[in-house]
């Protein structure tokens, strides 16, 4: 690809999405300033005057902000090129100026009296066209419930990180249910096929059908409202939202209306069989791939308008039917030509995760297949897992295709203290260097949000810089200091220990997905292994509380001393397990009885107790969000359900089994803890009987329990109970000077 073939591809993008009326800018600047009364309120909220001009960006077209005023003069003065570019603008005050911080878990924003000044006009323009946020799976592991409330706060936050480019997902059920309907299917055939709504993230994306479903009415009329509540919102910042389009998945009842249409059935995916997966992939040369591509564009688009940008994942985690390259780019022209069909500036958005899972199916004559088969410029690819496995590497910059560099992070959205920090801070600009790079932006891509804060705040200011932090260790400590509003020689001490141990992973053993023992079902054969040296972890812990006297009212304090303390517990739990084992094996029943005794009646219910004491780790408010997006009591009880598949066995015997784990009270009291009591019960019993362990039938008798958890509807606590500092510090007296004495 020509160098000059690439600018015209990037310029192409440049202009895609960008209003240009005066009346966009007064309507993007407006929307600034209510955020900002929902931010701080509306008395500070007037102490800063917001503007959007286009032309503050250079012609590059780059989002650019500018700050002024401040101290004696009474306005902070923030202009942006867009509402986006303003917010961001707004956050970099609060942050840089006024040492505020603005997280999911909990906000410090107190301003100093009066607002400090900026003392010489500060302009700053991103290095790329794009921020993006989001993955098909994050709709699914955490924005599944949430209602308008919830989504005004995401947005928001959104906005503050500057982030302009994000996926829309929510209500597009409703128009393919006006699709089939107009083909011809019946109700009860689209009820079978859609899965239900926390299920709904592989449905889109071809890997799932009926799995959890079918969705109620009142569920389309509800996610349609919010649909356009979002749609509205991100773009009154500016922002571009992403709609889907067809990837050629079709419900297997298309066959009973068109019989001669030509599909392919895919192979199964996730353990699941061919009840709920082996989804039908309609044939690109079929005349029914544009037919029915374009209806659903044409009435999606026609609902709720469009920005020109569309997400399609057609080959997500499944093999295609042939590695044909002639059959790949026909297969990849088709999903294109039946957006451009509708609309003529359409741009796609492919999740580039595809390359990188299957490896060996997708070598350079298939990735050059897909990736030639769009004109150039009209393919947006993200390379999802940007930091740990990037693929613009080896395939010349997606061959000069534009992409975003994505960190992606967290798998599921476990719990659990993570971060490749190093490669995250310097991904973006080697990615920028790269030779002939068509790198366009920067993302975030979460399967869940909700945890480890501190990366996602370092990955925002990326999109921002053209050059890495140059010294993260001053960098956290600043991160730390905003967080909790002031400086504090204790939570220095003990962020830095985090960042050099649980957030400095690299290699082998590195992971943004919890495998600990607590979480996981137990066996012979777990490992215990970590890419960190766990000292580090019980250091930061007591240094924590060191400064609980100074911080206990701080909310983000408190939370991250939970957070702290159940990391600990996660590191004590593998190392009783490994104590479990170990006299198990020996046939030491003293000690297996001492070890298994201490685990399941005093470790685990100490942590969920100390989970209990926060909002943000309640396994009732979880469930009580599901709950909420109902209209009546059998719906209610059918969301909970879903919600509790979602987070154990995540399909009906287990197929995904543990995968997007949380660290709950209520689910560690009721759901790891039993099995873990099953499992030392039974260790116990086969060494009094000297009978084997079996862990095939350790599986079949633990599913009960599994699944008896799923099905149960007991309710339990959204009000936290009891003091975090109090219980953390419990958990600490009681385990830590064993630890320290090497005598757990
Ligand atoms: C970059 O693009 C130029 C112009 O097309 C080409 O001559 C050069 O070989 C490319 N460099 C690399 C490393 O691909
Ligand atoms: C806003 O500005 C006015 C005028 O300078 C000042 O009296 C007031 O204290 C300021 N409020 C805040 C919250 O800064
Ligand atoms: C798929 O699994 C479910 C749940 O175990 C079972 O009820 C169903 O019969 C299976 N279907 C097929 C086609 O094997
Ligand atoms: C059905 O589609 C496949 C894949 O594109 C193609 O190889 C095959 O020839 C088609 N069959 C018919 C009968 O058109
Ligand atoms: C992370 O680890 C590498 C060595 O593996 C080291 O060079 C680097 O300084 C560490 N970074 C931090 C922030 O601790
Ligand atoms: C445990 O995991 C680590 C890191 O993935 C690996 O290096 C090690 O070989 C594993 N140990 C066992 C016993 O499987
Ligand atoms: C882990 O850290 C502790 C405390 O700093 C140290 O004594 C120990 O040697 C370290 N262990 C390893 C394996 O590096």
Same mark, same amino acid.
């Given at each position: 690809?020509?160098?000059?073939?690439?600018?015209?591809?990037?310029?192409?993008?440049?202009?895609?999405?960008?209003?240009?009326?005066?009346?966009?800018?007064?309507?993007?600047?407006?929307?600034?300033?209510?955020?900002?009364?929902?931010?701080?309120?509306?008395?500070?909220?007037?102490? =800063?005057?917001?503007?959007?001009?286009?032309?503050?960006?250079?012609?590059?077209?780059?989002?650019?902000?500018?700050?002024?005023?401040?101290?004696?003069?009474?306005? @902070?003065?923030?202009?942006?090129?867009?509402?986006?570019? $303003?917010?961001?603008?707004?956050?970099?005050?609060?942050?840089?100026?006024?040492?505020?911080?603005?997280?999911?878990?909990?906000?410090?924003?107190?301003?100093?009296?009066?607002?400090?000044?900026?003392?010489?006009?500060?302009?700053?323009?991103?290095?790329?066209?794009?921020?993006?946020?989001?993955?098909?799976?994050?709709?699914?592991?955490?924005?599944?419930?949430?209602?308008?409330?919830?989504?005004?706060?995401?947005?928001?936050?959104?906005?503050?990180?500057?982030?302009?480019?994000?996926?829309?997902?929510?209500?597009?059920?409703?128009?393919?249910?006006?699709?089939?309907?107009?083909?011809?299917?019946?109700?009860?055939?689209?009820?079978?096929?859609?899965?239900?709504?926390?299920?709904?993230?592989?449905?889109?994306?071809?890997?799932?059908?009926?799995?959890?479903?079918?969705?109620?009415?009142?569920?389309?009329?509800?996610?349609?409202?919010?649909?356009?509540?979002?749609?509205?919102?991100?773009?009154?910042?500016?922002?571009? !939202?992403?709609?889907?389009?067809?990837?050629?998945?079709?419900?297997?009842?298309?066959?009973?209306?068109?019989?001669?249409?030509?599909?392919?059935?895919?192979?199964?995916?996730?353990?699941?069989?061919?009840?709920?997966?082996?989804?039908?992939?309609?044939?690109?040369?079929? !005349?029914?791939?544009?037919?029915?591509?374009?209806?659903?564009?044409?009435?999606?688009?026609?609902?709720?308008?469009?920005?020109?940008?569309?997400?399609?994942?057609?080959?997500?985690?499944?093999?295609?039917?042939?590695?044909?390259?002639?059959?790949?780019?026909?297969?990849?022209?088709?999903?294109?030509?039946?957006?451009?069909?509708?609309?003529?500036?359409?741009?796609?958005?492919?999740?580039?995760?595809?390359?990188?899972?299957?490896?060996?199916?997708?070598?350079?004559?298939?990735?050059?297949?897909?990736?030639?088969?769009?004109?150039?410029?009209?393919?947006?690819?993200?390379?999802?897992?940007?930091?740990?496995?990037?693929?613009?590497?080896?395939?010349?910059?997606?061959?000069?295709?534009?992409?975003?560099?994505?960190?992606?992070?967290?798998?599921?959205?476990?719990?659990?203290?993570?971060?490749?920090?190093?490669?995250?801070?310097?991904?973006?600009?080697?990615?920028?260097? =790269?030779?002939?790079?068509?790198?366009?932006?920067?993302?975030?891509?979460?399967?869940?949000?909700?945890?480890?804060?501190?990366?996602?705040?370092?990955?925002?200011?990326?999109?921002?810089?053209?050059?890495?932090? !140059?010294?993260?260790?001053?960098?956290?400590?600043?991160?730390?200091?905003?967080?909790?509003?002031?400086?504090?020689?204790?939570?220095?001490?003990?962020?830095?220990?985090?960042?050099?141990?649980?957030?400095?992973?690299?290699?082998?053993?590195?992971?943004?997905?919890?495998?600990?023992?607590?979480?996981?079902?137990?066996?012979?054969?777990?490992?215990?292994?970590?890419?960190?040296?766990?000292?580090?972890?019980?250091?930061?812990?007591?240094?924590?509380?060191?400064?609980?006297?100074?911080?206990?009212?701080?909310?983000?304090?408190?939370?991250?001393?939970?957070?702290?303390?159940?990391?600990?517990?996660?590191?004590?739990?593998?190392?009783?397990?490994?104590?479990?084992?170990?006299?198990?094996?020996?046939?030491?029943?003293?000690?297996?009885?001492?070890?298994?005794? @201490?685990?399941?009646?005093?470790?685990?219910?100490?942590?969920?107790?100390?989970?209990?004491?926060?909002?943000?780790?309640?396994?009732?408010?979880?469930?009580?969000?599901?709950?909420?997006?109902?209209?009546?009591?059998?719906?209610?009880?059918? =969301?909970?359900?879903?919600?509790?598949?979602?987070?154990?066995?995540?399909?009906?015997?287990?197929?995904?089994?543990?995968? $997007?784990?949380?660290?709950?009270?209520?689910?560690?009291?009721?759901?790891?803890?039993?099995?873990?009591?099953?499992?030392?019960?039974?260790?116990?019993?086969?060494?009094?009987?000297?009978?084997?362990?079996?862990?095939?039938?350790?599986?079949?008798?633990?599913?009960?329990?599994?699944?008896?958890?799923?099905?149960?509807?007991?309710?339990?606590?959204?009000?936290?109970?009891?003091?975090?500092?109090?219980?953390?510090?419990?958990?600490?007296?009681?385990?830590?000077?064993?630890?320290?004495?090497?005598?757990?």
């Amino acid at each position: 690809m020509e160098a000059v073939t690439v600018a015209a591809a990037l310029g192409f993008l440049l202009l895609a999405g960008a209003g240009n009326s005066a009346g966009d800018e007064a309507r993007e600047a407006a929307a600034v300033r209510a955020l900002l009364v929902r931010l701080l309120g509306s008395g500070p909220a007037a102490n =800063f005057s917001v503007t959007v001009k286009r032309s503050l960006a250079a012609e590059s077209g780059l989002d650019t902000y500018r700050l002024s005023g401040g101290g004696a003069e009474a306005q @902070v003065r923030v202009t942006g090129s867009t509402g986006v570019a $303003a917010a961001a603008g707004l956050y970099r005050y609060l942050r840089d100026f006024c040492g505020c911080h603005v997280a999911w878990s909990s906000s410090q924003l107190h301003l100093p009296q009066p607002l400090p000044a900026v003392p010489q006009e500060l302009t700053e323009a991103t290095p790329n066209r794009y921020r993006y946020y989001q993955n098909v799976c994050t709709q699914s592991y955490s924005f599944v419930w949430w209602d308008w409330a919830r989504w005004e706060q995401e947005i928001d936050w959104m906005a503050l990180n500057g982030i302009n480019l994000a996926l829309a997902w929510s209500g597009q059920e409703a128009i393919w249910q006006r699709v089939y309907l107009a083909l011809g299917l019946t109700q009860s055939e689209i009820n079978e096929y859609f899965t239900g709504p926390a299920f709904l993230a592989w449905e889109r994306m071809g890997n799932l059908h009926s799995w959890g479903g079918p969705l109620p009415r009142s569920w389309h009329l509800k996610q349609l409202y919010l649909q356009h509540q979002i749609l509205d919102r991100m773009r009154s910042f500016g922002m571009i !939202p992403v709609l889907p389009a067809f990837a050629g998945h079709v419900p297997k009842a298309i066959t009973r209306v068109f019989p001669l249409v030509n599909v392919t059935q895919m192979g199964s995916w996730g353990h699941f069989n061919c009840s709920y997966s082996c989804s039908f992939l309609l044939a690109p040369g079929d !005349p029914m791939f544009p037919i029915i591509g374009s209806l659903f564009l044409r009435e999606l688009t026609k609902e709720f308008g469009t920005d020109h940008i569309y997400g399609a994942d057609t080959f997500n985690e499944m093999q295609p039917p042939s590695s044909e390259p002639a059959y790949l780019a026909a297969a990849t022209a088709a999903v294109y030509q039946a957006m451009t069909t509708v609309d003529p500036e359409a741009v796609w958005l492919l999740q580039g995760w595809l390359f990188q899972h299957q490896p060996q199916f997708w070598g350079p004559a298939q990735i050059g297949a897909v990736l030639g088969a769009v004109p150039c410029g009209r393919l947006l690819v993200l390379d999802l897992f940007a930091e740990t496995q990037p693929v613009y590497t080896r395939t010349a910059s997606f061959q000069g295709q534009p992409f975003i560099w994505c960190m992606l992070h967290n798998f599921g959205g476990n719990h659990g203290l993570f971060g490749t920090l190093e490669a995250v801070n310097q991904g973006p600009a080697v990615a920028r260097l =790269f030779p002939n790079s068509t790198m366009v932006g920067t993302g975030m891509a979460p399967e869940g949000i909700g945890q480890n804060e501190m990366v996602y705040a370092l990955m925002a200011e990326l999109g921002w810089r053209k050059d890495p932090i !140059p010294d993260l260790r001053a960098w956290v400590t600043n991160f730390a200091d905003r967080r909790y509003g002031g400086h504090q020689q204790g939570t220095e001490a003990a962020w830095r220990l985090l960042l050099r141990s649980v957030y400095n992973c690299s290699g082998e053993a590195c992971s943004g997905h919890n495998r600990s023992p607590l979480v996981k079902r137990p066996s012979l054969q777990m490992n215990t292994t970590v890419w960190y040296n766990r000292s580090d972890v019980f250091e930061a812990w007591r240094l924590l509380l060191t400064t609980a006297p100074t911080l206990a009212t701080t909310p983000a304090f408190r939370y991250d001393l939970l957070d702290v303390t159940r990391q600990a517990a996660q590191e004590l739990v593998s190392l009783y397990y490994e104590e479990v084992r170990t006299a198990y094996l020996n046939k030491e029943l003293v000690h297996l009885l001492r070890a298994g005794g @201490v685990l399941v009646y005093e470790l685990l219910p100490a942590l969920d107790e100390v989970l209990a004491s926060d909002h943000h780790f309640l396994l009732g408010s979880w469930l009580e969000q599901a709950r909420m997006a109902a209209v009546s009591e059998a719906e209610a009880h059918f =969301f909970e359900q879903n919600s509790r598949y979602q987070l154990t066995l995540w399909g009906p015997v287990g197929n995904i089994l543990d995968y $997007a784990n949380k660290q709950f009270a209520g689910l560690v009291a009721d759901y790891y803890t039993p099995r873990w009591q099953l499992f030392v019960g039974t260790l116990v019993e086969s060494l009094v009987q000297d009978v084997p362990f079996q862990q095939h039938q350790f599986d079949k008798d633990v599913f009960q329990l599994e699944q008896a958890f799923v099905l149960s509807t007991k309710r339990y606590p959204s009000q936290p109970q009891g003091d975090t500092v109090d219980l953390a510090k419990k958990l600490f007296l009681k385990y830590y000077p064993q630890w320290v004495a090497g005598s757990l």
